[in-house]
């Protein structure tokens, strides 16, 4: 596996990926453009991408401007490999390089996601959006988080 940044050029890897997903599906796949991805990528914050076998599998994309995690999403059938906790890492290492400010984040509730960022720590803040769970975290407990 290779972990790296995200590039433009990843985006449409990046659509397949979101699209593969089983939880917390699009209602609409229109409503993530290739140049909302792009944005993402290259003005308000930041993504890295995991490869196996030269193919992008999963994604992690931050927002610095809206202090967000906009995307964290593998390809069901490399779940439960560590993939999404390295990406995981990786963003949140970069994010809190950038900013001391707290991140949220959203995701449905009952899926795994919401146990994934249980276990990594995320402390539940409430509901945003349309009933999804709000997680935040702040840089004080990133920075002393079991590894």
């Given amino acids: 596996m290779i972990f790296r940044p995200a590039k433009i050029t990843d985006i449409p890897a990046i659509q397949i990926v979101r699209h593969a997903v089983k939880e917390n599906i699009l209602s609409d796949p229109a409503l993530?453009?290739?140049s909302d991805c792009e944005e993402f990528l290259t003005k308000r914050g930041k993504g890295w991408v995991?490869?196996?076998?030269?193919?992008?599998?999963?994604?992690?994309?931050?927002?610095l401007k809206e202090y967000n995690i906009w995307a964290l999403f593998l390809r069901p059938e490399f779940e439960g490999k560590g993939i999404g906790k390295e990406l995981h890492r990786l963003m949140m290492d970069w994010y809190f390089a950038q900013t001391r400010e707290p991140v949220w984040l959203g995701t449905a509730p009952g899926t795994r996601a919401e146990e994934f960022y249980s276990r990594q720590g995320w402390k539940k803040a409430g509901m945003v959006n349309k009933g999804e769970v709000k997680f935040e975290m702040a840089y004080e407990d990133w920075m002393k988080r079991p590894e």
């Avoid at 995991?50 to 927002?63: H, K």
């Fill in 32 to 34: 993530v453009t290739d």
């Fill in 50 to 63: 995991c490869e196996a076998d030269g193919e992008v599998v999963g994604f992690s994309i931050v927002d």
